[in-house]
């Protein structure tokens, strides 16, 4: 990127990188579609461009109060995030369980993958002469800790996270997120900001990840560690070991050190990072060293950015970003161990059993370790007796080890649960089922069923 | 067809002392789930949500259930008439 375009409004930017890369190379690949399928497609930055333009001129004719991009196209996605930028007109990105959010967005125009606008579009809005509100970018939360609500960022707050260093360019970034999300939103910009290719692949299959990862050179994976742990424990590996990664950046959930060691093994090359970031607070601070949770030295120290970390007596992770801010509660339960805090889970996922606290998270942990399973995940489950209830899910491992049987690994599970957990925290219902769920951004759910 | 509410328990009971790595015994009708079984609070919630499950109801969810439960004979009639026809 040059410095002129560095020096560009942040709603500018992502219109005017991809003009920029379809100047010098119209031809290069933007994003490959439907990647790890025989339906992989490529497009290019110059149809990328080229759209703009065209879809600005419709925006600029009917000046609408907002866009909602409606697209199930990542490409058109792109495309109307960068020409509602560059026209200063605010955009808002529904993913699938909130489209019924839309209600809220009044008078606002849907853009499907035709990319046109509707011929309504000319609203009563005309063009302002001075633009008071900066354009804002509305994106829904994914509802993990409450229905999905929307939630206004600015292209400042967008553009903040992105790496625009030389040596982040032209680079091949995997999108496993969902596109219509924060996380997913933050992977193509970054990845059409600094002129490099975007993977998309054409399921969340584990086998079309690692297929993706290797046919199309993708040099970073940006992930949630319950996605990371699904392509390690399911995907090939023979597919997996001939994947060039140079680098792994997790985030959205904490990673456990069995995770960390599990991918460090299968992607000796990659460099994994932690990122720990809120949607209050954007990101906070990442670690790189490869061990769960961050450096027990850092508490009470200023950390890039100002950023000040605390701990609660009752082991909640506070947050304070500059000396002008308030200390902010997370959410997040951390412990102390040895030179580490590694965290304990969310203080919303206690689950409460006659009083006493279990962390799903640490029983996750253990019931992984159990030979024959291969995923797992650990809820609450209500319970007019004790409150709640520890329950579980675990997908066996495939094959399973010899002399295995489903319901061998399953007793196996129960009885290392009882012999490493206190009586209230081994899991009372276990079931075995062929996949965990996860949640719509890529995380272990921790409600009965979702 | 109406589900056979005693083996139901019978099964469930089972089930939590085998999940718990406890000896699986005959279980009777007569037996005190505290005494007899051993079960305590715990055994009784999962062997509500076991039964909740083959049964498909769960009568102390309803405050109304407030009848002591000590024998398996108790719970196979709070049960019982919890899937009687008619039955909430």
Redesign the interface.
């Known amino acids: 990127m040059t410095p002129a375009l560095l020096d560009a409004p942040a709603e500018d930017r992502l219109a005017a990188a991809i003009g920029e890369m379809a100047r010098r190379s119209s031809s290069a690949v933007a994003i490959v579609a439907q990647a790890g399928s025989a339906a992989r497609c490529t497009i290019d930055y110059g149809w990328l461009s080229r759209a703009i333009v065209s879809l600005e001129a419709g925006i600029d004719a009917g000046r609408p109060v907002g866009i909602v991009a409606r697209a199930a196209r990542v490409e058109t996605l792109v495309v109307i995030a960068a020409a509602c930028g560059r026209q200063h007109v605010p955009v808002a990105f529904l993913a699938e369980d909130s489209r019924d959010l839309v209600g809220q967005l009044r008078d606002w125009v849907e853009v499907d993958d035709s990319l046109s606008l509707p011929a309504a579009a000319a609203g009563e809005r005309g063009r302002r002469e001075f633009e008071t509100v900066p354009p804002q970018v509305i994106v829904a939360t994914s509802g993990t800790s409450g229905p999905p609500k929307l939630v206004d960022h600015s292209w400042d707050s967008l553009l903040a996270a992105a790496r625009l260093a030389e040596h982040w360019h032209g680079l091949g970034w995997l999108l496993a997120y969902d596109a219509t999300r924060w996380a997913g939103i933050q992977v193509w910009v970054q990845a059409l900001l600094t002129g490099g290719r975007l993977v998309v692949p054409a399921s969340r299959d584990p086998d079309v990840v690692a297929r993706a990862l290797v046919e199309e050179s993708v040099a970073i994976l940006p992930a949630t560690p319950t996605l990371l742990r699904r392509l390690l424990t399911s995907a090939d590996r023979g597919l997996l070991c001939r994947s060039g990664l140079d680098r792994i950046t997790l985030g959205g959930e904490a990673a456990d050190a069995a995770l960390l060691e599990e991918a460090q093994a299968t992607f000796p090359q990659a460099k994994i990072t932690q990122v720990y970031a809120t949607t209050e607070l954007g990101e906070v601070y990442r670690v790189a060293d490869g061990r769960a949770g961050f450096p027990a030295a850092w508490l009470g120290k200023a950390l890039p950015g100002c950023v000040r970390l605390a701990v609660r007596r009752d082991g909640e992770l506070l947050v304070r970003l500059s000396r002008d801010t308030a200390e902010v509660g997370t959410g997040d339960l951390v412990q102390r161990r040895a030179d580490r805090y590694e965290f304990t889970g969310r203080r919303s996922d206690v689950i409460v059993?006659?009083g006493a606290k279990v962390y799903p998270k640490r029983v996750e942990e253990i019931v992984r370790g159990v030979p024959g399973v291969a995923e797992c995940r650990i809820y609450g489950?209500p319970?007019?007796?004790?409150g709640e209830?520890v329950?579980g899910e675990i997908a066996l491992a495939d094959p399973l080890p010899e002399n295995a049987t489903p319901e061998s690994v399953r007793a196996a599970v129960?009885?290392v649960c009882?012999e490493h957990l206190e009586?209230?925290s081994?899991p009372?219902?276990?079931d075995i089922v062929k996949q965990i769920a996860t949640t719509p951004a890529g995380k272990t759910p921790r409600k009965p069923h979702s | 067809m109406r589900p056979d509410v005693p083996n139901a328990i019978v099964t469930a009971i089972a089930t939590v002392l085998r999940d718990t790595g406890r000896d699986t015994r005959p279980i009777e009708s007569g037996m005190l789930l505290a005494g007899d079984l051993g079960l305590d609070s715990l055994d009784l919630a999962q062997t509500i949500v076991l039964l909740e499950r083959s049964l498909g109801c769960d009568p102390f969810r309803s405050a109304s259930t407030s009848r002591s439960v000590r024998t398996v004979a108790d719970l196979i009639a709070i049960y019982d008439s919890a899937v009687a026809p008619g039955a909430s």
């Open positions: 059993v006659g489950l319970s007019p007796v004790t209830l329950a129960l009885a009882r009586p209230h081994v009372r219902i276990l």
